[in-house]
């Protein structure tokens, strides 16, 4: 349980380190609403999933 948190913070940790280095290295005006819009998308993501594996194992 404590295994999946940890890899779900580490994951939003990197996409949030990694999308300003995306923004930067790309003009940030044209990328910035979807880059935001990838990074929203990605943590509902994960939060779905995470949940999801925290529901089987609590069962």
Known sequence: ???AIK???LIILIG???FPIYAL???FKENATQGFAELAFLI???LVLFLKIK???SE
Request: hydrophobic fraction near 55%; aromatic fraction near 22%; proline fraction near 0%.
């Open 1 to 3: 349980m404590y295994k």
């Open 7 to 9: 890899i779900f913070i």
């Open 16 to 18: 949030l380190f990694v």
């Open 25 to 27: 290295v790309t003009n």
């Open 44 to 46: 509902i993501f994960e």
């Open 55 to 57: 529901n089987g194992q």
